[in-house]
C-alpha cells in the first residue's frame, strides 16, 4: 500500500514541478523524508496527504487513502529485530525522550544516507537487503516527530560528532542541516557537550532515558550490539541523574545550534 501512495505522490510532485526538497518545505519535512515516503518505505502521515492532496492539485487522490493509512497505522507491528521490538514499541509511543550520544548521531536525528553509510560500514559486514531493511526501520521510527501530541525530547551529543563526516562530506553537510531542522521543533531541544571540557560525568557510553504513557521513566543501552532495557528504578534513577548533569554542563540549545550552524558553513 505505502509503496503505490509513495509512486502517487512521486508523480504529482513532479508533474507540479517541484522538487522532493521544494515539496517538502511546503509540508515542513526534509528531503530525506519525501524521498522515503515516495519509494514506500516510510509511512506517509493523514496529515501530509490532507495537505499535499491540495497542494498537488490531487483532486482528492491523496485524501481518499487516508482511512486506509489510518487503519494500517493501527494494524502495523514495529518493524524490527525482535530483541529489539519492546524498546521500539516503549520508544513510538513515549511522552518523553532524552538521549545522550557519543559517537555517532542517533538514529532518530540521522538522514537516510547518513544511515545507509552507517550500516555499509559496519563489520561484520551486511548484505545490501538487509543495510536496506535496517535504513528503512530506522526512518520508519523517525514518525515518532510527526505524531500529536509530540513527546518532549532532548539530546546532549558530543561535539566530536559534528565534526566525524560519517560518508563523506555532503552526507555530513545534509546531516549537520538535519540536525538543525529538528532542532526548531517546538519539542526537541539539542544540547553540545564541547571537547574542551574539562569535566565529564558519564564515560560509561551513550544511553536512551524514556518515559512510556502511564508507565515510570526506563533507561537503555546497546554495547557492542548487547542492547538492555533497564527498569529498575534506581538504576534509572542513577542515569537520569547523570544526564541532567551533563545538560547543566553542556552548551545551551541555543549556543549549540549557532555551533552547529558555524560548523555547517565550514563545510
Not at 9 to 23: F, W
Not at 60 to 77: N, S, T
Not at 236 to 257: C, E, F, H, N, Q
Amino acid at each position: 500500500m505505502f509503496t503505490t501512495l509513495g509512486k502517487q505522490l512521486k508523480v504529482l510532485r513532479e508533474r507540479k514541478g517541484l522538487t522532493q526538497k521544494e515539496l517538502g518545505q511546503l509540508v515542513a519535512y526534509g528531503p530525506d523524508a519525501i524521498s522515503a515516503m515516495e519509494r514506500g518505505v516510510r509511512v506517509t502521515q493523514p496529515e501530509l496527504l490532507e495537505t499535499a492532496d491540495e497542494l498537488l492539485d490531487a483532486g482528492g487522490i491523496l485524501r481518499a487513502a487516508i482511512p486506509d493509512v489510518k487503519e494500517a497505522l493501527k494494524k502495523a507491528r514495529t518493524r524490527h529485530p525482535e530483541w529489539y521490538r519492546s524498546y521500539a514499541a516503549l520508544e513510538a509511543e513515549a511522552i518523553e525522550l532524552h538521549f545522550y550520544a557519543n559517537q555517532g548521531v542517533p538514529g532518530l536525528l540521522q538522514t537516510e544516507d547518513y544511515a545507509r553509510a552507517v550500516f555499509s560500514r559496519r563489520r561484520p559486514l551486511l548484505d545490501e537487503e538487509t543495510i536496506e531493511k535496517r535504513v528503512a526501520d530506522r526512518l520508519a521510527r523517525q514518525q515518532v516527530f510527526d505524531r500529536w501530541p509530540a513527546p518532549v525530547c532532548s539530546y546532549v551529543l558530543e561535539e566530536v560528532m559534528l565534526d566525524r563526516p560519517i560518508g563523506g562530506r555532503d552526507i555530513h553537510k545534509e546531516q549537520l542541516q538535519r540536525l538543525l531542522h529538528i532542532a526548531s521543533l517546538r519539542n526537541v531541544e539539542i544540547q553540545v557537550m564541547p571537547s574542551s571540557a574539562e569535566e565529564h560525568p558519564n564515560m560509561d557510553g551513550p544511553f536512551n532515558l524514556l518515559t512510556p504513557r502511564k508507565h515510570p521513566q526506563v533507561a537503555y543501552t546497546e554495547i557492542q550490539g548487547y542492547p538492555r532495557l533497564i527498569t529498575d528504578t534506581e538504576e534509572v534513577r542513577k542515569i537520569a541523574d547523570r544526564y541532567g548533569i551533563m545538560r547543566a554542563m553542556a552548551l545551551t540549545p541555543t549556543v549549540s545550534r549557532a555551533l552547529i550552524e558555524k560548523k555547517l558553513g565550514e563545510l
